[in-house]
């Protein structure tokens, strides 16, 4: 092959590696949407085309618009909402979910860089409380925006917990192949300072160089490399017996480590906590149903408690106004006197404060509500719209509507179910496989190294020097003649090395142990926190029931009382007075009732938490909140 052969080559690689550059970026653009997904694709797109390894993913802009099913509950200007849509709504339109949602493909993104050998970056382990509502205001969750660092079940410190020597242990090499392809084209010139060496007094040379590497790790701490080294040059030398002159050289060389970093469980572990980590975002993701749903549902219920209240107060005041306007009428007949009339148009004004206020809570509800069931608020009409709920606060009182299950079954059947016990679990294993990729840090170094190789001569004689060569003159057989091991070259050495005293890897495996040790013990006090919150769920629930019976007895007194009043005032035995005190006694009592009912439903909604049952007493399907659409049809009013 001739110079300008070699160059011709060169310039059309060049051109070969530049075309497909170009047609990478155009393709690349391409791929590029224009508009947002409607959904979160939860996967890492695979593509067979091998141009996809260098192009960018592209991830679609969050897509803000409100879900089509909110039109659907509006009526007459008004949204109409039962519980179930308003779970509905969440698992749609909430933005804690929505943020939490991402996680899921992130941890994914973890496997994918783990699969080629690289550390894992960490997954959310954190519930994301970002939504106003049942004294959650400003609140955060774990991490800025429900995102930490810290993988495995607890971020750095989180909980009491460390885990600084998560994922330690011997170095690891990338498990992607790589091929590494270099090439040169120099002119030298170098006056000299006699002639004798070269047989010239100025010597030009030019000089092509070719290198292919390929490079491949494998998990058991083995590294494979084949090289293949040509090189064409030619000199304007007289005693040069090639001109030009062609080398090449190949070696398969074998990297094997035999202590520390051998074997699948140091080389691994990076993806067997990524794996771990994934199934923990998973029920994190299930954990934040869990979390936004019981949010959701405490809402509701306080909005349903401002909306009943409102209407108690309504009523007073229009028995308030019907009792003034009855007074004014006997005053001006003078069948009572001024001051009764003074009495009652008092009673008017603050029942109208009661109002008010009952008024002013009810918006705010009905905007906690819309805020938690929406993506954006942009729309005043929506904002300003009102909500009614169309599920009451209507409690039994008899003794069926509190849990007759024992509490020991309850128990049991919270610790089975609660998704915190089985990330501590998940934690574990991942701390387990670092401890043991630690330890087998703690050996020396091993190294075998072994190569083959071998080196291959060809050229043009130089019929200056007057000395025949019996090299190849073709390229393809200088090639050949590397091949033929003709000139063999081969290799095989160990390399030992042992730190003196090893104080870092024995630090971290103590470390990694008593971080282990700690990660139990939180475990068991996760099982015992659980228990507690089960008995004080079953409390809460047993009190608010006895709070419902007792303002239901009151409720009845109250109604006795004032029909008694009413019945005397209307015999001429009592006062308009002593009717508007028994009537505004018996909001009172209707009042306690509203709250009272509202403390059982969310007493109820707190047990169905600590027991891990809300999804299921729910029918909440956890693939709807993955993708964040429901199928099912809302219900109509």
């Keep these: 092959m001739t110079l300008s052969s070699y160059h011709t080559f060169a310039i059309a690689a060049l051109l070969v590696l530049a075309g497909s550059s170009i047609h990478a970026q155009i393709t690349l653009s391409s791929t590029v949407p224009e508009t947002p997904q409607p959904t979160l694709r939860l996967d890492i797109p695979h593509s067979w085309n091998p141009l996809s390894a260098y192009r960018a993913t592209p991830v679609a802009a969050p897509n803000l618009a409100n879900s089509a099913l909110i039109d659907e509950l509006i009526s007459d200007g008004v949204l109409h909402l039962s519980l179930k849509n308003a779970i509905e709504l969440a698992l749609e339109n909430n933005l804690d979910l929505a943020i939490a949602r991402y996680n899921i493909p992130i941890a994914q993104a973890d496997i ?55 994922g330690s242990g011997s170095s690891v090499s990338s498990y992607d192949p790589t091929i590494s392809i270099t090439g040169t084209d120099e002119h030298y010139t170098e006056p000299l300072a006699n002639t004798i060496s070269y047989g010239v007094p100025t010597l030009r040379s030019n000089s092509i160089y070719g290198q292919f590497n390929f490079t491949q790790s494998l998990p058991t701490g083995t590294t494979l490399t084949v090289l293949l080294n040509n090189d064409r040059i030619a000199t304007n030398s007289a005693n040069n017996i090639l001109t030009p002159e062609l080398d090449s050289y190949y070696r398969v060389e074998f990297q094997q480590q035999l202590l520390s970093g051998f ?24 954990l934040q149903i869990i979390s936004t749903v019981t949010q959701i549902e405490n809402i509701y219920w306080d909005l349903v408690n401002a909306y009943e209240d409102e209407k108690v107060k309504q009523a ?57 069931l929406t993506k954006n608020l942009d729309d005043p009409v929506l904002e300003a719209m009102p909500v009614q709920p169309t599920d009451l606060s209507t409690v039994a009182t008899d003794s069926a509507f509190v849990t007759t299950a024992p509490t020991e079954d309850v128990i049991q059947q919270a610790l089975k179910n609660r998704i915190e016990l089985s990330e501590s679990s998940i934690d574990l294993k991942n701390r387990d496989i670092s401890l043991a990729a630690v330890r087998n840090s703690l050996l020396p170094t091993l ?28 390229n393809s057989g200088q090639i050949a003649n590397a091949f033929k091991n003709d000139a063999p070259d081969y290799y095989v050495g160990l390399s030992l090395n042992i730190p003196l005293r090893n104080r870092i890897a024995k630090s971290d495996e103590y470390r990694a142990g008593l971080e282990l040790r700690q990660a139990q013990l939180r475990s068991q006090q996760l099982q015992k926190q659980i228990r507690i919150e089960v008995r004080n769920a079953q409390y809460a629930l047993e009190q608010s029931a006895a709070r419902v019976t ?73 693939e709807s909140a993955r993708t964040g659409v429901v199928s099912s049809a809302p219900q109509k009013y």
């Design 447 to 474: 190294e075998l190294t072994a190569w083959y190789g071998g080196t291959g001569l060809g050229g043009l004689d130089n019929v200056t020097s007057g000395i025949p060569s019996t090299a190849p003159t073709s």
């Design 263 to 286: 074997g699948l469980s140091p080389n691994l572990r990076y993806l067997r906590i990524a794996r771990n980590n994934q199934k923990i975002s998973d029920q994190s993701f299930q």
């Design 550 to 622: 007792s303002a239901t007895k009151a409720r009845e007194l109250a109604q006795k009382t004032f029909d008694i009043t009413t019945k005397e005032q209307s015999l001429g035995a009592g006062s308009a007075l002593q009717t508007l005190a028994s009537r505004h006694d018996l909001a009172t009592a209707e009042s306690m009732l509203v709250a009272a009912r509202t403390a059982y439903q969310k007493a109820s909604v707190e047990l169905d938490r600590a027991t891990g049952r809300t999804l299921v007493d729910n029918a909440i399907s956890v």
């Design 112 to 166: 994918l860089r783990t699969e080629a050998g690289g550390v894992f970056r960490g997954v959310n382990t954190g519930v994301v409380q970002n939504t106003p509502g049942t004294g959650t205001v400003g609140a955060g969750g774990a991490g800025a925006g429900g995102t930490t660092g810290g993988a495995g079940g607890a971020g750095g410190g989180a909980g009491g917990l460390v885990q600084s020597t998560l």
């Design 316 to 372: 007073s005041l229009d028995f308030a106004n019907q009792t003034f306007d009855s007074d004014r009428k006997q005053l001006e007949l003078q069948a009572i006197p001024a001051l009764d009339v003074l009495k009652a148009e008092g009673e008017v004004a603050a029942r109208e404060q009661d109002l008010t206020i009952a008024k002013s809570t009810l918006q705010f509800q009905e905007l906690l509500i819309k805020n938690a």
